[in-house]
């Protein structure tokens, strides 16, 4: 049963929509892989499964021991004990790869008119999807597609990666809906909504358990321009602003508790000093078959490094797999009793071993209502955009603006440990940017390397590198 998110306060008093669009069903193409070198006859099925590791071969994913295993395990269940394949190992993905690129290629060299008449169909198929009826309202629904079914990528070296993410199915589905108003048609034949609900009590228009997670729900709300979510945003924002008008005694209170003869109310205020000044998450306890991620109540003594006189350095994997790594100068009560935590304990103990999530937010909701860990969060990464903006954006044009609204957003990211993943492309776009440097600076190695057919480009390529290099030194006509 999903978690209702119940504060209490009814969200709505009419609610009509029409459910969710599902992934097309599997169109098996017939390619043939190969199994010590001899093709291999598959079931749409198993071909299907097949085809998410073909398509990903150039990835750094089929590199991964633990991705590659998952993928075996869940793949071997479905080939049966006593198919022909029986180790990943002699399996040649190729044909299916090459049919795969062929088919991508196909698309791209589409004509505009043909590529525009497939985007309107889809449109016109999703059209009914996108919208909801609240209150008498029309409101545009978030993300009203289910996600196909693939194989598990997450951040990091997440423990399940590699694992099948099975096809949702309506079966899995609990639609929320007004009383009165028409159950939203099932859009495959023959099947039926798991559970139909009429709680205005929520958000959300239907959920669903995570393929991968089975503790974790899929939700289908209304986009963040809806007003619904512009007003659990604005309850969210209030909060962070309520924070500042009782910031000053919170933090006179820990820090009088940093030296606390109690044991448990020192682990707090200390605790809550970083999730202040860190912006650290406050962390849960992981299953053992989840990524080994952590916030601040679950650090581990071997995530935190004293360094003197009173510095901090941490590293340790935070939410979605993304490194933290820093080091902060922090109060030198804080440094001693972070050694003091640490004393007699090994590297993967529990540097707060008397604390949990559930404690700190307890305490914290003594001190403000409604307060938890993630309310530091908003408050810090508000603040921060807040002053730099005042402080720098009195006088200047629109564009002088918006580079210091940029540099604020960057400044918040920082706070926040907002970090972009390294594109699946990096790799390739480098190794060409870098070819076309070589041919820039170098047009007598492009000549040898691609024939007297590329020297002209070449030649051109440096008369334009060498042309930027002297504006950038400011020697052309005198300016910079």
Same mark, same amino acid.
């Given at each position: 049963m999903a978690p209702s998110s119940n504060d209490g306060q009814e969200k709505w008093t009419t609610l009509v929509h029409n459910g969710v669009i599902f992934p097309p069903p599997y169109k098996p193409h017939g390619v043939k892989m190969l199994y010590n070198g001899k093709l291999v006859n598959l079931t749409p099925e198993q071909e299907e499964v097949a085809t998410m590791y073909a398509v990903m071969k150039d990835t750094e994913y089929v590199q991964k021991k633990t991705f590659r295993n998952n993928f075996w395990n869940d793949w071997q269940k479905l080939l049966g004990k006593r198919h022909i394949i029986q180790k990943l190992?002699?399996?040649?993905?190729? $044909?299916?790869?090459? &049919?795969?690129?062929?088919?991508?290629?196909?698309?791209? !060299?589409?004509?505009?008119?043909?590529?525009?008449?497939?985007?309107?169909?889809?449109?016109?198929q999703e059209e009914k999807y996108?919208?909801?009826?609240?209150? =008498?309202?029309?409101?545009?629904?978030?993300n009203f597609r289910v996600e196909p079914p693939g194989l598990f990528r997450g951040r990091g070296e997440h423990p399940k990666l590699g694992k099948l993410k099975r096809r949702i199915r309506p079966s899995d589905v609990t639609i929320n809906i007004g009383k009165d108003a028409p159950i939203p048609e099932c859009p495959i034949p023959g099947e039926s909504w798991k559970e139909v609900r009429?709680?205005?009590? *929520? %958000?959300?228009? +239907?959920? &669903?358990?995570d393929p991968i997670n089975q503790k974790l729900f899929k939700y289908v709300f209304l986009s963040p321009s809806s007003s619904l979510k512009g007003q659990s945003d604005k309850e969210k924002y209030e909060k962070a602003r309520m924070l500042k008008d009782y910031i000053g005694n919170i933090r006179a209170a820990y820090t009088r508790d940093f030296t606390s003869k109690d044991g448990a109310k020192r682990q707090i205020a200390v605790a809550t000093y970083l999730i202040d000044k860190l912006a650290l998450r406050a962390g849960n306890e992981k299953e053992d078959d989840e990524a080994d991620t952590v916030g601040c109540c679950t650090l581990k003594v071997e995530n935190?490094? #004293?360094? +003197? $006189?009173?510095?901090?350095?941490?590293?340790?994997? =935070?939410?979605? /797999?993304?490194?933290?790594?820093?080091t902060v100068e922090v109060e030198v009560p804080v440094y001693k009793a972070i050694i003091q935590f640490q004393a007699g304990k090994r590297g993967n103990d529990d540097l707060f071993d008397k604390?949990?999530?559930?404690?700190?937010? +307890?305490?914290?909701?003594e001190l403000m209502p409604g307060l938890t860990a993630k309310v530091f969060r908003t408050y810090n990464a508000s603040? %921060?955009?807040?002053?730099i903006l005042n402080k720098e954006t009195?006088?200047?044009?629109?564009?002088?603006?918006?580079?210091?609204? !940029?540099?604020?957003?960057?400044? *918040? #990211?920082?706070?926040?440990?907002? !970090?972009? %993943?390294?594109?699946? /492309?990096? =790799? #390739?776009?480098? /190794?060409?940017?870098?070819?076309?440097?070589?041919?820039?600076?170098h047009p007598e190695r492009a000549e040898n390397r691609f024939g007297q057919g590329q020297k002209g480009k070449a030649s051109a390529g440096r008369c334009r590198w060498e042309a930027k290099e002297k504006l950038d030194s400011g020697s052309v006509g005198g300016r910079r």
């Amino acid at each position: 049963m999903a978690p209702s998110s119940n504060d209490g306060q009814e969200k709505w008093t009419t609610l009509v929509h029409n459910g969710v669009i599902f992934p097309p069903p599997y169109k098996p193409h017939g390619v043939k892989m190969l199994y010590n070198g001899k093709l291999v006859n598959l079931t749409p099925e198993q071909e299907e499964v097949a085809t998410m590791y073909a398509v990903m071969k150039d990835t750094e994913y089929v590199q991964k021991k633990t991705f590659r295993n998952n993928f075996w395990n869940d793949w071997q269940k479905l080939l049966g004990k006593r198919h022909i394949i029986q180790k990943l190992d002699a399996c040649d993905f190729t $044909p299916i790869y090459d &049919w795969y690129q062929n088919e991508k290629e196909k698309k791209k !060299q589409l004509s505009k008119e043909d590529k525009k008449a497939l985007q309107e169909e889809k449109l016109k198929q999703e059209e009914k999807y996108m919208w909801a009826i609240v209150d =008498g309202v029309k409101e545009k629904v978030g993300n009203f597609r289910v996600e196909p079914p693939g194989l598990f990528r997450g951040r990091g070296e997440h423990p399940k990666l590699g694992k099948l993410k099975r096809r949702i199915r309506p079966s899995d589905v609990t639609i929320n809906i007004g009383k009165d108003a028409p159950i939203p048609e099932c859009p495959i034949p023959g099947e039926s909504w798991k559970e139909v609900r009429h709680d205005n009590m *929520v %958000t959300w228009l +239907a959920f &669903w358990n995570d393929p991968i997670n089975q503790k974790l729900f899929k939700y289908v709300f209304l986009s963040p321009s809806s007003s619904l979510k512009g007003q659990s945003d604005k309850e969210k924002y209030e909060k962070a602003r309520m924070l500042k008008d009782y910031i000053g005694n919170i933090r006179a209170a820990y820090t009088r508790d940093f030296t606390s003869k109690d044991g448990a109310k020192r682990q707090i205020a200390v605790a809550t000093y970083l999730i202040d000044k860190l912006a650290l998450r406050a962390g849960n306890e992981k299953e053992d078959d989840e990524a080994d991620t952590v916030g601040c109540c679950t650090l581990k003594v071997e995530n935190v490094k #004293a360094i +003197a $006189p009173n510095s901090l350095e941490f590293n340790f994997l =935070g939410k979605d /797999s993304i490194r933290y790594e820093n080091t902060v100068e922090v109060e030198v009560p804080v440094y001693k009793a972070i050694i003091q935590f640490q004393a007699g304990k090994r590297g993967n103990d529990d540097l707060f071993d008397k604390l949990d999530t559930s404690k700190l937010n +307890a305490h914290l909701k003594e001190l403000m209502p409604g307060l938890t860990a993630k309310v530091f969060r908003t408050y810090n990464a508000s603040i %921060t955009l807040d002053n730099i903006l005042n402080k720098e954006t009195k006088e200047g044009d629109v564009s002088e603006k918006l580079v210091v609204y !940029q540099h604020a957003n960057k400044e *918040v #990211a920082i706070i926040c440990n907002h !970090q972009r %993943t390294v594109s699946k /492309s990096h =790799g #390739a776009q480098m /190794s060409k940017l870098m070819e076309r440097l070589v041919a820039f600076r170098h047009p007598e190695r492009a000549e040898n390397r691609f024939g007297q057919g590329q020297k002209g480009k070449a030649s051109a390529g440096r008369c334009r590198w060498e042309a930027k290099e002297k504006l950038d030194s400011g020697s052309v006509g005198g300016r910079r």
